[in-house]
Structures are given as C-alpha cells and as structure tokens.
C-alpha cells in the first residue's frame, strides 16, 4: 500500500490515517479532506461512502454524505404525510352537506311562513279597501246628515222660538 494524502501527498500513519474517496479513489487525511471525526471514523471503519470535496462539487447530490441524505429523507417524508390525510375533509363535506340540507329546510319553512303572511297581508289590504269604501259611504251619509240636520236646526229654530 503505497497510499498518499491527494491534498499534502504525504503517506499516512497511525496518527494520520488517510480515508479514500468511493468515487475517485483518492486518499485524504482527516484535516487535509476537510472531514469531521464522526464521519472520519465512519470511512475508516468502511460504515459510509464517502465523497472527497472535489467529487461532491462535481457531482453533487448523490448519496455519500451523511448530513444531506437523511435532511433529504425528512423532506420527502412529510409532503407524503401530508398529502395522505385526505379523510377529515370528508368528513367536513359531510358536515357541510347537513348544514346545508338544515339551511335548505329553514328556507322551505321561512317561504312557507312568507306565504301565510302574504295571505294575511292580502286579507290586511282587502279589508283597509273595505274599510275605505265605508268611510267613503259613511262621508256621503255625513254629508247628507249634514245638510239634514241644517235644515233640521233651521226648522228646530223656528219651532223652540
Ligand atoms: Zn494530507
Ligand atoms: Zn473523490
């Protein structure tokens, strides 16, 4: 094994081991690959793919690093979470269909009174027209009675005098 540092292209040692890109192949030290102590230890003990910096940026988003596949993982997991609980809104139409059934009966019954109060209303004004024809009879009687009773006090004069 005649492996060396991609970054100082010193060999490794027990104090600086060298962790191997899966992609490129090539060989870093924990501070020259810029890799943190959990995921250092991870290559060594072959319990990760790991992708040196240089192939990460050229070939982002495949899996190799710790941090990005689970975040990725946690965002696909909750739009289904989301998108499967479509049952309580059934519920809710059902809800809205009875309201509306109980609105629709109120209505039914609102037209109903309505029509018994425009009957009334009707029955009101016939009897406003009826009471208007007798106040009219009762003005032409007044009228008569009127100059009846002036020729009656014109007559009662003469008879008390
Ligand atoms: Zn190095
Ligand atoms: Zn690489």
């Known amino acids: 094994m005649t492996t060396q540092c991609k970054i ?3 060999r490794q040692s027990r104090a600086n081991p060298l962790a191997s890109c899966t992609a490129c192949k090539a060989t870093y ?6 890799i943190t102590d959990p995921i250092f230890n991870a ?6 793919e790991w992708k040196c910096l240089q192939c990460r940026r050229t070939s ?5 690093t710790f941090l990005p596949s689970t ?4 965002l696909s997991s909750n739009p289904t979470n989301e998108t499967s609980t479509p049952t309580p809104d059934v519920s809710n139409i059902a809800k809205l269909e009875q309201t509306i059934n109980s609105l629709a009966n109120e209505l039914q ?9 425009n009957t009334s209303i009707d029955k009101f004004s016939n009897g406003l027209k ?4 007798i106040t009219k009879t009762l003005g032409e009687h007044d009228r008569r009675l009127e100059t009846a009773f002036q020729v ?3 007559t009662n004069k003469q008879c008390t005098i």
Do not use: E, M, P, Y
């Open 152 to 154: 009656g006090l014109f």
């Open 109 to 117: 019954t609102i037209k109903s009174q309505q029509s018994v109060i």
């Open 71 to 74: 975040s990725q993982r946690k």
């Open 130 to 133: 009826d009471l208007q024809l």
């Open 8 to 10: 100082c292209s010193k």
């Open 43 to 48: 290559i060594l003990n072959d319990a990760i």
């Open 60 to 64: 982002s988003r495949v899996s190799g």
């Open 29 to 34: 030290h924990r501070a020259c690959g810029q």
